[in-house]
T-cell receptor, first 114, second 110 residues
Framework: EPEVTQTPSHQVTQMGQEVILRCVPISNHLYFYWYRQILGQKVEFLVSFYNNEISEKSEIFDDQFSVERPDGSNFTLKIRSTKLEDSAMYFC????????????FGDGTRLSIL | QKEVEQDPGPLSVPEGAIVSLNCTYS??????FMWYRQYSRKGPELLMY????GNKEDGRFTAQVDKSSKYISLFIRDSQPSDSATYLC??????????FGSGTRLLVRP
């Protein structure tokens, strides 16, 4: 069964450094998402992306965050200058051509900011 | 106002029991719901999704939506130790992003 893959599984970064989280969505999917889950808290929406542009972003997704689909398979989340409070699990999700379809998640990247 | 609420548990049941997991929601503008299962240090795994009221069944799992009371349920029949996980309900909003509940932790004892 096709799946969303994310790398790395764990990223440790010094505060203030830039970090890029990578995702390979399911191949025929066109809608892409990033969510995050701070330890012990809910999974919360960050950003949605379709047709090479952001569809919607949450209040969390400030100017330090950016997303990109640099080629036909990868979808990345960049945090320019990381803060301690960025420590969380970051999940990528994708859904099929019709956006009214369920989202499938990767196993996440655990980001630890020191 | 929390949009999607779940009892965090933990819910502990013996193997073979019928499990009932529940969720309430407050915004009824767009009624498309999903259930995900999340094992420790893994991503949410889609179990079921439903657009409408009533029941939807898939193997040992049944999802139920009661729009009049804004109540969503997931039933697991013949529960197994491998069902031990956190169960997340989510509402899809009008822009197709997911609004998650906090999850209910389930433990099925052998």
């Amino acid at each position: 069964e096709p799946e969303v893959t994310q790398t790395p599984s764990h990223q440790v970064t010094q505060m203030g450094q830039e970090v890029i989280l990578r995702c390979v969505p399911i191949s025929n999917h066109l809608y892409f998402y990033w969510y995050r889950q701070i330890l012990g808290q809910k999974v919360e929406f960050l950003v949605s992306f379709y047709n090479n542009e952001i569809s919607e972003k949450s209040e969390i997704f400030d100017d330090q965050f950016s997303v990109e689909r640099p080629d036909g398979s990868n979808f990345t989340l960049k945090i320019r200058s990381t803060k301690l409070e960025d420590s969380a699990m970051y999940f990528c999700a994708s859904s099929a051509q019709d956006s009214n379809q369920p989202q499938h998640f990767g196993d996440g990247t655990r980001l630890s900011i020191l | 106002q929390k949009e999607v609420e779940q009892d965090p548990g933990p819910l502990s049941v013996p193997e073979g029991a019928i499990v009932s997991l529940n969720c309430t929601y407050s915004n009824s503008a767009f009624q498309y719901f999903m259930w995900y299962r999340q094992y420790s240090r893994k991503g949410p795994e889609l179990l079921m999704y439903t657009y409408s009221s009533g029941n939807k069944e898939d193997g040992r799992f049944t999802a139920q939506v009661d729009k009049s009371s804004k109540y969503i349920s997931l039933f697991i029949r013949d529960s197994q130790p491998s069902d031990s996980a956190t169960y997340l309900c989510a509402r899809v909003d009008s822009s197709y992003k997911l609004i998650f509940g906090s999850g209910t932790r389930l433990l099925v004892r052998p």
